[in-house]
């Protein structure tokens, strides 16, 4: 059920005797709430550098499967748990993700294949901060993409939750200017700073640090989480029948689903997996990928599922530092590699297809002889999110010396 303005209130047990009577942080919360048509994106990061080829399997490709004798998922002519779901004739889903193909089939999932970072390195931490600050390339960048586009998109009395990241620490995506908080666990209202966990005593941490993130919003943040204790996230109930891996995903997308629903004004969310960094016995059809894959299916179909109508202004989207090498290496896994793909899921995605241009897997095509190429720009995919689904309307700032970042070079992933 939509929790409404009126019911928030009521759960949150909070007497309307006057505006002007609520501390700040809760005027902001209040003003946030009810407004019809307000939008969330959902940004997750895969660390460790997903194999996107076994993610989401170009079995079409004859290349593929000389490249991988012992870990290519297997052509199955059908949906089956045996080997590739079918999408449209020439890529696949990996059987584990098979929660996520209904999804797929009504239009609200896409796929962007060959997708990724202009930035070639090799390095998971290198190339996770070139990602996240939205400037390849450029290492002194001390902010993220995620928050230089909040900063564009000034909002009257914003919410202290405006910006959430389901995560020990505040990942650099989401440093910078605009007020963001990370949340480890809502459940046990452990909230971080940009560089330190804290279990137990907030406003102790508060009182002590001189970080200027702290130092702005410490005191609203407090009383922030004060009121998500009062919105009851121990005794969270799911709707339409969704059920949540037990995982720190699944779980971490349970909650970020409750704050949505809860009206509490959130507009982005963020959260990582890691795990994802497979050289040694990757697995096929059954292994560690597949684990993986399987939780992920799993908490994001539930997701979806949870939020029903909801969805209608959600945009989910998957991102990972790089890809995998095309071939598999002699201990039955790959090495780090370049292109890679990316999910997109929500209402207003133009969803049933796979996006992006292939490039092919033969020994010329592929990318210093090892990799999928890239041949579209991940900020290509996050440039039309943040346009068309967050309204952000100067993207100079977000990606900086960036072209492809105007609605001509979109790939029309979202509608409207």
């Known amino acids: 059920m939509r929790m409404t303005r009126r019911i928030f209130l009521k759960h949150s047990g909070i007497a309307m005797v006057g505006m002007a009577a609520l501390p700040g942080f809760l005027r902001r919360a209040v003003a946030s709430t009810g407004r019809p048509g307000r939008r969330t994106l959902v940004v997750l990061f895969q660390r460790g550098a997903v194999d996107g ?7 079409g490709e004859e290349h593929y499967y000389r490249l991988r004798p012992t870990i290519a998922i297997p052509r199955s002519g059908g949906s089956t748990a045996e080997g590739v779901l079918d999408l449209d004739g020439f890529f696949g889903l990996h059987p584990a993700l098979a929660p996520l193909l209904p999804f797929y089939r009504q239009g609200t999932l896409a796929v962007v294949h060959a997708t990724g970072s202009p930035d070639t ?6 190339a996770q901060d070139a990602m996240e600050s939205g400037v390849p390339g450029v290492r002194s960048t001390t902010d993220g993409w995620l928050n230089r586009a909040l900063q564009q998109e000034p909002v009257p009395e914003p919410s202290p939750l405006r910006a959430v990241a389901l995560s020990p620490r505040l990942p650099l995506t989401l440093r910078g200017a605009a007020p963001a908080v990370a949340v480890a666990d809502l459940r046990q209202f452990r909230v971080v700073g940009p560089q330190q966990l804290v279990e137990d005593n907030f406003e102790a941490m508060y009182a002590d640090t001189l970080d ?3 130092r702005g919003v410490g005191d609203e943040t407090f009383e922030a989480v004060n009121l998500l204790k009062k919105l009851d996230p121990q005794n969270y ?3 339409n029948g969704a059920q949540y891996p037990s995982s720190r995903f699944g779980q971490s997308l349970r909650e970020i689903a409750q704050l949505i629903k809860a009206d509490v004004g959130l507009e982005v969310a963020f959260v990582d997996s890691g795990g994802w960094d497979h050289h040694v016995n990757e697995g096929a059809v059954e292994g560690r990928l597949a684990n ?3 939780d992920l299916g799993q908490g994001l179909a539930a997701f979806a599922t949870d939020l029903g109508d909801r969805l209608s202004d959600v945009v ?6 790089f890809g995998r090498t095309a071939h598999e290496n ?10 890679n793909c990316m999910l997109v899921l929500g209402g207003p995605v133009r969803g049933g297809r796979v996006y992006g241009r292939w490039p092919g897997l033969a020994p010329d095509q592929l990318n210093e002889q090892r990799d999928l190429k890239v041949t579209t720009d991940y900020r290509t995919i996050l440039a039309e999110i943040l346009t068309r689904h967050l309204a952000v309307q100067n993207l100079e700032p977000v990606f900086p010396a960036f072209e492809q970042k105007q609605p001509r070079d979109f790939l029309n992933l979202l509608r409207g």
């Open 53 to 59: 080829l076994n993610m989401v399997v170009p079995y």
């Open 121 to 126: 390195t090799r390095s998971h931490f290198d």
């Open 212 to 214: 200027r993130f702290l």
């Open 237 to 239: 109930r799911p709707d």
């Open 292 to 294: 993986l894959l399987r």
């Open 316 to 321: 989910f989207v998957s991102m990972s530092e």
């Open 330 to 339: 002699g201990n039955r896994g790959t090495d780090h590699g370049h292109g």
